[in-house]
């Protein structure tokens, strides 16, 4: 059963930080590109972060490039989100991403439960 288990969600604080993780299972990880995606209150589904099958390729949206990275440990069948200078704007519920394929510009065909992150004072 192809499974996408997400955490490390929580509140931080405007400037903080938090590590996102996605534990896969169920599919062969390293042979997949796996992304990011966000969802906040009120808004449609925003593409946060991309990495490709064997972590050589990321890219990030706009508004998260310089403070957020994505990485993944083919060995553990994770992938990550380092989030830093959180901004309160980055308030979402997070969601991990399995791709059709190796390719980066493979669609997005599985998404997990999400993991909720709020930046408040």
């Known amino acids: 059963q192809v499974q996408l288990v997400e955490s490390g969600g929580g509140l931080a604080q405007p400037g903080g930080s938090l590590r996102l993780s996605c534990a896969a299972s169920g599919f062969t990880f390293s042979s997949y590109t796996m992304s990011w995606a966000r969802q906040a209150p009120g808004k449609g589904l925003e593409w946060v972060s991309t990495?490709?099958?064997?972590?050589?390729?990321?890219d990030y949206v706009a508004s998260v490039k310089g403070r957020f990275a994505i990485s993944r440990d083919n060995a553990e069948n994770t992938v990550y989100l380092q989030m830093t200078s959180l901004k309160p704007e980055d308030t979402a519920l997070y969601y991990c991403?399995?791709?059709?394929?190796?390719?980066?510009?493979?669609?997005?065909?599985?998404r997990g439960q999400g993991t909720q992150v709020a930046v408040s004072t």
């Open positions: 991403q399995k791709h059709a394929g190796p390719y980066f510009r493979s669609p997005a065909t599985l």
């Open positions: 990495i490709n099958s064997d972590g050589t390729y990321t």
